[in-house]
């Protein structure tokens, strides 16, 4: 099977704008879940969809959000980006079952920097 | 508070030295562990898990952890490091008791020294 795949993999972003992150899991995954990596906080939790619906939030503002479509693909986007926003965002999808242990499968992630 | 320790930053190890890797965590339901790699400009590789069993997993590239319930601890070990397992390490737990939610370490940078 193909692993998880994002796109794209390298981002410039000037603060104020807006950044959309594509994600697409593994084929007969259904649950995604999006991680921002930086190197003070290490992997801090975003939000994760399941059946394209928000199933956990981390708590991170609302210019912070996502969603998920009905082939499973997932799309982060991030409005009036600050400086702080700069990051490895990483993208993980799951069987989310019992049988599965709910183990997650990263991808390469996005790097995304804001000038 | 659910959480999840890994209290070095950096571990260096000889090459052909064991190596350990800490890991403590602390959440309402029962844990399920995970330890994942990550090499440089590259995501997260699974290594391991423990879900239920023994208390000794083995998992890639002849790594092993052992979970410890009295201790809340999930250390990461391999007899003998290669200078190839150098990475940043991430120990990760899922509580089942709080939406399944992943919680991960902030991350332990092993270097293996020749």
């Known amino acids: 099977k193909a692993g998880v795949t994002q796109t794209p993999r390298y981002l410039i972003k000037t603060r104020g704008q807006q950044v959309t992150l594509s994600c697409s899991p593994i084929s007969g995954h259904r649950s995604v879940s999006w991680y921002q990596q930086t190197p003070g906080q290490g992997l801090q939790f975003l939000f994760e969809y399941f059946s394209e619906t928000q199933r956990n939030k981390g708590n991170f503002p609302g210019r912070f959000s996502g969603r998920q479509f009905s082939n499973s693909r997932s799309e982060m986007n991030v409005s009036t980006l600050e400086l702080g926003d700069s990051a490895l965002y990483l993208c993980?999808?799951?069987?989310?079952?019992?049988?599965?242990?709910?183990?997650?499968?990263f991808g390469p992630g996005t790097r995304l920097t804001v000038t | 508070a659910q959480s999840v320790a890994q209290p070095e930053d950096q571990v260096n190890v000889a090459e052909g030295n064991p190596l350990t890797v800490k890991c403590t965590y602390s959440v309402s339901g029962n844990p399920y562990l995970f330890w994942y790699v990550q090499y440089p400009n590259r995501g997260l590789q699974f290594l391991l898990k423990?879900?239920?069993?023994?208390?000794l997993v083995k998992g890639s590239y002849g790594f092993e952890a052992e979970f410890n319930k009295s201790q809340t601890s999930f250390h990461l070990k391999k007899p003998s490091a290669l200078v190839s397992d150098s990475a940043l390490y991430f120990c990760?737990?899922?509580?089942?008791?709080?939406?399944?939610?992943?919680?991960f370490g902030t991350g332990t940078s092993l270097t293996v020294i020749p």
């Open positions: 990760a737990v899922r509580d089942m008791g709080d939406g399944n939610q992943f919680y």
């Open positions: 993980a999808s799951s069987p989310s079952t019992a049988s599965s242990s709910y183990e997650q499968y």
């Open positions: 423990y879900i239920t069993g023994d208390n």
